[in-house]
C-alpha cells in the first residue's frame, strides 16, 4: 500500500517521468529510500485476467466468458466487449450496453464478464475484453477469450446401392454438413460395425474394403455374397451423434448361361421375324393393288359438233356446222 501511495504521488507530480516538480510531497521523499520502487508501481497498472480462456460450450447452452480485473486503482474503469470473427469485428458490450441480437441474450456478470444464453454456432468466435483505467500508469489492457460452440451432427445422408453383382466394386457414401466440429463417420453390416482394418478382424478377413471416417466413403473393391447385408452409417463429433436408416445391399451371382441364352433367343426371334418379311414379300402381301383392265378416260367432244346456249330457251341446242 505504501508503494501504491507513493507512484501514485510521483505519478502525479511527475517524479516518475523525470519532472522536476515545485512542490515534492513529504511522502514521495520519505519512501523513495525504500527499496524496490519498480514493484511497487506495478500496482498502478491495470491487470487482466481469465479463468478459462477457452470456454467450450454445446449449441443452445449458456457460456460464461471469463474476464477479471487483476489490479487497478480506477474506482470505475471503462468495460468494453468486442466479437472477432471472419477478420471482421463488432461491438458486443460497448458505452455500458449490450449491442446487436446480444442485447436479448447476454449480460456482463461480476462487472466484467460476459454471460452469453442460447448461444448458437455463429456465436463461436474470439472476444475481446477491454478495460480503460485511466487513474492507471498503464491505463488499458486487454484479453482475448476464443469460444467454441459445438453443435451436433444432423442424420447423415447415406447412399447405398441396391443390388451389385460378385465381384464388382460397390460405393457407400455417408455424409452431413451441420456438425461442429466436423464429424467422424463409422458404417455397420446388420448392426455391427465395419473394422476400419479388414485384416484385425477375423469376422471381415474375407472382404476387401476401404473405409475413410473422414469422409464418410466405404468402398468394397470386389464384393462377394457375404458382402450382403443392412448397412447404416453414424456421424460423431464431440457434442453427439447421428445415425441414417438401414439399407439393404443385395450381392447376386453373375449367370452368364443365362446371359448367353437369352442373347441367343433374341437373336433367333430377329432371324425369325426377317424371314417372315422376306416371304412376305416374294408372295406380294406388301405389293401395291392396281386397278384391272384400262383406265377410264374422258370421252372427247365429237367433231363438227357445237354446244351453243339460246338466251329465250335458256338451254343448250346442238348446231351442225360442216368445214368443206
Known sequence: MLWAAWCWEA??????????SSRPSLISIALFSIPGPAEGCRLLAVELTSSNTKPVVQEFQSVELSCIIKSTITPDPRIEWKKIRDGETSYVFFDNKMQGDFATRAEI????????????????????????????????????IQLTVQVKPMTPRCTVPK?????????????ENEGFPKSTYSWY????????????????????????????????????????????????????????????MEVYDLNIGGIIGGVLVVVAVLVLITLGICCAYRRGYFANSKES???????????????IRTDDEGDFRHKSSFVI
Not at 463461436?124 to 491505463?139: G, Q
Not at 464388382?168 to 455424409?175: I, N
Not at 473405409?211 to 450382403?228: E, I, M, Q, R, S
Open 109 to 144: 456478470l461480476s462487472r466484467t464478464s460476459l454471460v452469453i444464453k442460447n448461444t448458437t454456432r455463429m456465436d463461436t468466435a474470439t472476444y475481446r475484453c477491454e478495460v480503460a483505467a485511466p487513474s492507471d500508469t498503464k491505463t488499458i489492457d486487454e484479453i482475448n
Open 163 to 175: 443390388a451389385v453383382p460378385v465381384g464388382k466394386t460397390a460405393s457407400l457414401h455417408c455424409h
Open 293 to 307: 383392265g384400262e383406265s377410264y378416260k374422258t370421252p372427247a367432244k365429237p367433231d363438227g359438233v357445237n354446244y
Open 11 to 20: 505519478r502525479e507530480t511527475g517524479f516518475l517521468a523525470g519532472e522536476p
Open 189 to 248: 453390416r446388420n448392426s455391427e460395425p465395419l473394422s476400419p482394418d479388414t485384416k484385425s478382424n477375423a469376422k471381415f478377413q474375407n472382404s476387401s474394403y476401404t473405409l475413410n471416417p473422414t469422409t464418410g466413403t466405404l468402398v468394397f473393391h470386389a464384393v462377394h455374397k457375404g458382402d450382403t447385408g443392412r448397412y447404416s452409417c453414424i456421424a460423431t463429433n464431440d457434442a453427439g451423434f447421428a445415425k441414417c436408416e438401414e439399407q439393404e
